[in-house]
């Protein structure tokens, strides 16, 4: 059943990751419009041991936030093969019976299937799916009747605009958090090293596949066995994802693809506001509840003063001192919304 | 069971790319896939040349297809999409579902190929873009054998199946170049510096082991995916047409050896040992076994 919040009430949703119910929590306390959240299994992109909401967990996490007037997104957004098809549909069944307020999917096939079986519940484009234009989001749009498309990290701010003014599909953009340098739904880096990767098994860099080792040339990072990255004594050593090693590229050692560094677009908020965006997406679903709480309430505060006066709104060096605190690499970037970086 | 060429993915001078192509109008190939799929600054042959390449082509026997790019981003893409759909001479393969979608509205009754990118893992997906118009789709690189069977026991008609065969494994893609990150260039300004690297420019761990090649916003695999060796369970898996993606030496060789063991007149493993000279890098076929894609099972 769809739940009967109206989901078109505000002109910028602040969407916070919660990876369990204290993560569910701490968003809503901290003034999150909307929180999304996964199953415990692969089918969301977040499938790491000790996250996600089994269905009492689920349904408790709902009646809070529903309670404080907040909607939560279901994430059903990897790729379901035809030999474990059932346990997706059975997700998004689950996920309507609930009251979730919105399925964010990434699978033509499994829209298609929510859009006949639940024909009044939302259904989100998740990043997953790699709609970085608007011919493929008005496909997705025209055939299931998608409301809302979250854009993958590799658009300009000019380029997100285009996309903007081109759909009638509201546009969720990510503000906040671990960046994914790759086309979200296009990427088999982790696939190709360990067997699982986020679209099948949604898990990048999957825990049982990843070591610490402490050695005499420092601490090693390792990631089924491939030597991802080496940190000297002074040097903070993160989870290792392939895409942020250190690796030797003709007779260099550097970060090939990516540093560990976060995304955070705070201060392009009044350009996102003025643009139309309709949503921000924090990520982090496999981060602690003080991390959700901390990077919900500085947005809250951001976004509520960008949207009392677009024009007076600059970022607090003291927010952005605190969510670089929290920032993989204690860093950030302005990611592909600026153009030189790419 | 056919074999194809995949598009050429890397950034080749003008007159390389001409010879190559003057080449495959020899091999024995079926179907030839052409056209940039990586990255729009590229320019040595233009959408036009592309076509008299693929005129060649089809004149020598091939069935010739343009592949579309997999990563559209800006309007200036998209246009470049729209002529591509709105050639009204050969077939397209849609590695975007915008270009799936275009290629619906635009050519309707124009059967078009559903590429890799457009991630189908299910039946499901397969009758959409069935209902679409495509009439072949090409399995993610990452698709096992067990995980093809599953789709083909309820294939929609009418579908033929390809997969890939033989090359550097495209895993991911990205809006930055990593090629131009490697001399310190933006995107903007590359100085074009891809086209120094036929293979791609290679990666390796801190312990000499080969990963990654670099290929401008493409991140490939440094191991070349090689399924001669599982040739027949390809074929009983419903596989329509394997394909070739060229790499820098040996592409005439490699396709004629898949070609002998295709037609069972040499032996996979024969061929798997003479293919090695070519390769850019050690074989691995651990995705169609539904392992970690960098293994190798069987020598």
Known sequence: ?342 | MKLSLGPLLYYWPRERIYDFYRDVEAMPVDIVYLGETVCSRRHELRAADWMDVGARLAGAGKEVVLSSAALIESEADLKTLRRLVENGRFAVEANDMGAAHLLARCAPGVPFVAGATLNIFNSRTLAVVRRLGASRWVIPPEMSRDTLAAVQHEQPLGMQTEALGYGRLPLAYSARCFTARHFNLQKDTCEFRCIDFPDGLEVRTREGHDLLALNGIQTQSAKVYNLVLDLAAVRATGVDVVRISPQAAGTADVVALFQDVVNDLLAADVALQRMRTHMPGESCNGFWHGRAGIEQVGT
């Open chain 1, 1 to 342: 059943m769809a739940h009967g919040l109206d989901v078109t009430d505000k002109i910028l949703e602040l969407v916070c990751p919660a990876g369990g119910l204290p993560s569910l929590k701490a968003a809503v306390d901290h003034g999150a419009d909307c929180v999304y959240a996964g199953f415990k299994d692969e089918t969301n992109a977040r499938n790491f041991t000790g996250l996600n909401f089994d269905d009492a967990s689920l349904r408790e996490g709902i009646r809070y936030a529903h309670a404080r007037r907040v909607k939560v997104l279901l994430a059903l957004n990897t790729y379901p093969t035809s030999a474990n098809w059932a346990r997706w549909t059975r997700a998004v069944d689950r996920a309507a019976d609930f009251g979730a307020d919105a399925i964010i999917l990434a699978d033509a096939g499994l829209m298609e299937y929510a859009a006949a079986a639940h024909p009044r519940l939302r259904l989100h484009l998740s990043v997953q799916a790699s709609a970085t234009n608007y011919e493929a989001i008005n496909f997705y749009h025209e055939h299931f009747g998608i409301q809302r498309a979250v854009l993958p990290r590799v658009l300009s701010l000019a380029q997100v605009e285009s996309v903007v003014a081109n759909t009638p599909v509201e546009i969720e953009a990510f503000g906040f958090g671990g960046l994914c340098v790759m086309v979200e739904g296009r990427c088999a880096l982790s696939a190709y090293v360990t067997g699982d990767g986020p679209n099948c098994t949604g898990a990048c860099s999957p825990g049982k596949a990843v070591r610490w080792e402490q050695t005499p040339h420092g601490m090693e990072t390792r990631v089924n066995g491939v030597l991802v990255d080496r940190f000297a004594e002074a040097e903070r050593s993160g989870y290792p994802t392939l895409c942020k090693g250190r690796y030797d590229v003709a007779g260099q050692t550097y970060y090939a693809i990516e540093e560990p560094a976060s995304l955070n677009a705070l201060e392009l908020l009044p350009e996102l506001v003025r643009i139309g965006i309709k949503a921000i997406k924090i990520e982090g679903r496999q981060r602690s509840p003080a991390y959700v709480a901390q990077v919900t309430k500085i947005w809250r505060q951001a976004i509520d003063s960008c949207l009392r006066d677009r024009d007076a709104f600059r970022v607090a060096p003291a927010c952005m001192a605190e969510l670089n605190k929290v920032s993989e690499g204690q860093t950030h970037t302005l990611g592909a919304y600026n153009r030189p970086w790419k």
